[in-house]
């Protein structure tokens, strides 16, 4: 019972957020000077052109009619069409939203599965070889661009070394170099997090009473620190996810991928605002929707957080 | 006697998360009626949760009550004006548990004395003077006026907050559990020091303890509390010879080792086995009346009807002062 | 009771135990030479005030000491005839909670907070006596039921944060003795509850002790509440035992002036009006333990022998060891 009460308030909590996001979205785009009428009509336009552009597109009415418009379309999922094509929003976001989402799953695996053994034993062994190299690593993985990154692997491994294809998504091999120079900044940030947090929790009381018990030190520190230390890691992995769907419009842009990345690029070059608003809310949405299941699983792996 | 302190149906709610926060709200204190005559001590004893901390803030309008008066030297409090209130409560000192948290960490001590000093606009040759003179009064030398509050022992920390308070020149002090964190013999020496200290500047104590060796020891009359509640008070000598109150009488014989072979003070008052009070708790909790039944030995149906008010066991001038909030008083004595 | 231990030997003896830690350049020698002696079905308390090295003792004897910066300098621990100080790691661990176990003394902070009360018990039981997953909880289930916690093994399903204080406690009891030890340290495990839930943890702590047989090292700064517990006490200061006798003799006739002092520092509503005896200046660093006799400089009854040389641990009279050059006498306070 505490558990569906926990979901259902973290969902109330997510629809909230998604509300607040396009009602700001609406606002930030009437704001922003340019009127799209006068983008799709043309320098040399009538203003009876003008004027039946702002029809079709519904922007002569007032601003509250045309937010509650606005918002009765976003229940419905309808993001519009683009001006230029005219193509639904949404049709054009789901082509893409695969293969971005599937980039992003990828670096935050490349993330994890580096980071987080590599974080726990620069904990359990503090000051060895082990903590120095996590040490490099996570300041390199900071302070190196992503998109730098990837066009160093790309140099490296895809032109001098051709492991790996250029360009293109036809297979699982083209995803590998744009995976690795996107997750590795993650992995930098989760591995700092992992050893922050590990160390934290061994030197909690309850480790003196593991070891009390007779219990090894691989049980100490694997079992009884490691699952008080991943609970902060879940939720910055949420986070951490949020923040590669951003990473990705620029990586797909030096890998030449075509992702969701792209599609927005070219909508706001294009001035194509139902595009950028329809993108902006759908990452909204994933985004939300990504820590509401880390918030989830977080009260699976902590039943403290249900209770308060 | 005349009365320092006199409070009537003290009340301290506070709202709960949310919106419906209002409604489940705690009632943290619960109508206190409490007086503490000049220069004596009054001790109050109750365990973690009672909401004896809670009433010592609201007492001093740290937080001020959500309802109730409390009247100090005369002065209705809630009535006073911010400035007229930061006035009044120079001469409302208060000594916390934990004296790491009381003293500012980047502070040297003589700085943090002179703040009140500043404040009072005593000039700097005279603040030098009452300083050396608080600091030899809680036995800390001079000569360590420079330095900061972690070169010092817990129990030296508690001695410079107490040198704190009096440098305001109080008439009451609020000690709030002052020598919980000391160790055994460092406790000795804060507790005669308070004692010393209230002879010579003829102060008045209230003195929240959940130890209540130590308020029978120190004060002069003693409230014992539970969950808000004041449910039996009485000048100390009477409390501890006659426990009136069930919760008072466990209090006392769960003091461990009787305070040394003078079992005699809490003879006659059996201890329950665990099973019978958790089965006896499980079976009457939320049954209203009084807040006390579920724990109770000695209630019975009448309990649950109605919560009991504080009466006086007696009319002559002695027992009169010894008050308890219990249906089955009888029973006790 | 004493006819008994001079002829069994001791379960386990700590034998002359030093420890010291280095921190660069300094050193602070924790224990100097302890002797303890613990034996079947009986609770041997020990006394001390912070930094005294009562932790450091338990410490060593769970095989706990970090190394560095603490090293056993000297002495033996002695289990059943075995000295444990020079065996390995693996050995030590097949005494750690399966021959010696521990309770703590903040059981929501020493219970893991991310498992289940029940997985925190059978874990132990899986990896010492073998048994498998059903077996062990079935076991659990009894060990609940042991320590007061209900028949139904319902406690074994729930997380630390969903027991009150009182219940910690008891899980915490049922992890240190589900692998029926012969030893248990109880360090200070009353020391962070209330009054009344203290009581019944040491009643619980001493049916334990007769049920199981155990041989019980329990850990407090409290007088009370080793009067109320132990059978045998020591008096520990600076890393030395001062006093070691039976319950009743120390009590009654208190040898070692560190000892009378300390029992005369504790307030009660029979010493109303009486001043405390106080320690003057505090318990020493262990980088600049005195020279002689630790105690001398806050010593009534300190001669010039007491700053020279350190009295040894004596038998006064039968049954009762205290090492001080002026054992049993008295000063004029």
Redesign the interface.
């Known amino acids: 019972m505490d558990v569906l009460r926990f979901i259902a308030r973290r969902f109330c909590r997510l629809l909230l957020t998604v509300f607040i996001i396009s009602t700001l979205v609406f606002f930030v785009v009437r704001v922003i000077p340019g009127d799209p009428a006068m983008i799709i009509a043309g320098m040399d336009a009538s203003p009876e052109d003008i004027m039946a552009i702002r029809a079709r597109l519904g922007t002569d009415r007032s601003l509250v009619i045309q937010y509650f418009d606005w918002l009765w379309d976003i229940v419905h999922l309808d993001f519009g069409t683009t001006l230029i094509s005219e193509e639904p929003v949404l049709t054009l976001i789901l082509e893409r939203f695969p293969l971005t989402l599937l980039l992003a799953v990828l670096g935050i695996a490349i993330g994890i599965v580096v980071a987080v053994p590599l974080g726990v034993i620069s904990a359990v062994k503090r000051w060895s070889a082990w903590d120095y190299f996590g040490l490099v690593f996570s300041q390199l993985g900071m302070a190196i661009p992503s998109f730098w990154l990837g066009i160093l692997l790309l140099l490296i491994l895809a032109v001098r070394f051709p492991i790996f294809p250029l360009f293109g998504a036809d297979s699982a091999a083209h995803l590998v170099l744009p995976a690795i120079s996107l997750g590795f900044a993650r992995a930098a940030v989760i591995l700092r997090l992992t050893r922050a947090s590990m160390v934290e929790e061994l030197s909690k009381e309850y480790i003196i009473t593991a070891r009390a018990k007779g219990l090894t030190e691989r049980m100490v520190k694997y079992k009884h620190a490691l699952k008080n230390a991943l609970l902060p890691i879940i939720t910055i992995t949420g986070i951490e996810f949020g923040y590669m769907l951003g990473g990705a419009i620029i990586i797909e842009q030096v890998f030449s991928l075509p992702g969701l990345g792209r599609l927005f690029l070219y909508g706001i070059y294009q001035r194509d605002f139902p595009l950028i608003q329809g993108g902006v809310i759908f990452v909204a949405i994933v985004f939300s929707l990504v820590n509401f299941l880390a918030d989830i699983l977080y009260s699976i792996v902590n039943p403290k957080i249900r209770v308060e | 006697m005349d009365q320092l302190i006199e409070c009537k149906d003290i009340v301290k709610i506070y709202r709960g998360r949310g919106l419906a926060g209002a409604a489940r709200g705690f009632k943290a204190v619960d109508g206190i009626n409490l007086s503490v005559a000049k220069k004596t001590s009054f001790g109050l004893v109750g365990?973690?949760g009672c909401g004896k901390t809670t009433f010592a803030r609201t007492l001093l309008y740290l937080d001020p009550p959500s309802s109730g008066s409390v009247r100090y030297d005369g002065v209705e409090l809630g009535t006073l004006s911010h400035r007229e209130l930061r006035k009044f409560r120079k001469r409302m000192q208060i000594v916390f548990q934990d004296p790491n948290s009381a003293l500012n960490p980047k502070m040297s001590i003589f700085d943090s004395l002179s703040e009140g000093l500043i404040n009072r606009r005593i000039d700097k040759d005279e603040r030098g003077r009452r300083i050396k003179d608080l600091l030899d009064l809680v036995g800390i030398s001079y000569a360590y006026k420079n330095r900061y509050p972690h070169e010092f022992?817990g129990?030296q920390k508690q001695r410079i907050v107490i040198a704190r308070a009096l440098s305001m020149e109080p008439d009451f002090l609020l000690l709030d559990e002052p020598v919980s964190n000391l160790?055994?013999?460092?406790?000795?020496?804060i507790?005669?020091l308070l004692?010393d200290l209230k002879k010579e500047f003829s102060l008045t104590y209230l003195f929240i303890s959940?130890?209540?060796?130590?308020v029978?020891?120190?004060c002069d009359t003693v409230g014992v509390m539970f969950k808000g509640k004041i449910v039996e008070q009485a000048p100390?000598?009477l409390l501890?010879s006659n426990p009136t109150h069930p919760y008072t009488r466990?209090?006392l014989?769960?003091?461990?080792?009787?305070?040394?072979?003078?079992r005699g003070?809490s003879k006659g008052l059996e201890?329950e086995s665990?099973?019978v009070i958790e089965a006896r708790k499980a079976q009457r909790q939320g049954s209203g009346g009084c807040p006390y039944y579920p724990f109770c030995p000695i209630g019975d149906g009448e309990c649950t009807s109605r919560a009991p008010g504080l009466r006086s066991l007696g009319d002559d001038t002695i027992s009169s002062r010894h008050v308890v909030s219990c249906f089955k008083t009888e029973a006790g004595t | 009771m004493e006819a008994k231990s001079s002829v069994k030997a001791p379960l386990l003896a700590v034998e002359n135990l030093g420890v010291c830690f280095t921190h660069g350049a300094m050193q602070a020698h924790a224990l100097r030479g302890i002797d303890l002696e613990f034996f079947k079905e009986e609770i041997h308390g020990l006394v001390g005030e912070s930094g005294s090295g009562k932790t450091v003792t338990s410490t060593c004897i769970m095989g706990l000491l970090q190394s560095p910066p603490g090293e056993i300098t000297s002495g033996k621990i002695v289990y059943d005839g075995v000295d444990m100080v020079p065996l390995p790691e693996p050995e030590k661990r097949l005494y750690r909670g399966r021959k010696i176990a521990m309770v703590f003394q903040e059981p929501g902070k020493y219970l893991n907070p991310a498992f289940k009360i029940g997985d925190q018990i059978t874990e132990m039981l899986i990896l010492h006596l073998g048994l498998d997953k059903k077996a062990a909880r079935e076991r659990a289930v009894h060990l609940l039921d042991l320590v007061g916690l209900g028949k139904d093994g319902r406690v074994l399903d729930s997380y630390p944060h969903e027991l009150s204080g009182g219940m910690k406690q008891r899980a915490m009891i049922a992890i240190a003795i589900s692998c029926d030890p012969g030893f248990l340290i109880a360090d200070e495990p009353t020391t962070a509850l209330d009054v009344t839930l203290q009581l019944q943890i040491l009643r619980l702590i001493k049916k334990l002790k007769d049920i199981l047989g155990m041989a019980v090292l329990f850990i407090s700064h409290d007088l009370g509440v080793v009067k109320e517990v132990a059978d045998r006490v020591s008096v520990i200061y600076a890393g030395r035992i001062v006093e070691t006798s039976t319950k009743g003799k120390l009590f009654e006739n208190p040898l070692h002036p560190y000892t009378k002092l300390l029992m005369l520092s504790i307030p009660s509503a029979q010493r109303r009006g009486v001043r405390l005896a106080t320690i003057p200046g505090r318990v020493p660093d262990a980088d600049k333990t005195p020279e002689g006799c630790a105690f001398h400089p806050r010593c009534p009854l300190a001669i010039e022998r007491c700053s020279r040389e350190n009295p040894s641990l004596g038998d006064f009279e039968e049954g009762h060891r205290v090492a001080c050059h002026r054992a049993g006498e008295s000063w004029i306070n």
């Open positions: 365990e973690s022992s129990g160790d055994v013999s460092i406790q000795a020496q507790i005669n004692s959940h130890d209540l060796n130590l029978s020891y120190m100390t000598d501890v466990r209090l014989a769960s003091i461990p080792g009787a305070a040394f072979g003078e003070l201890e665990v099973l």
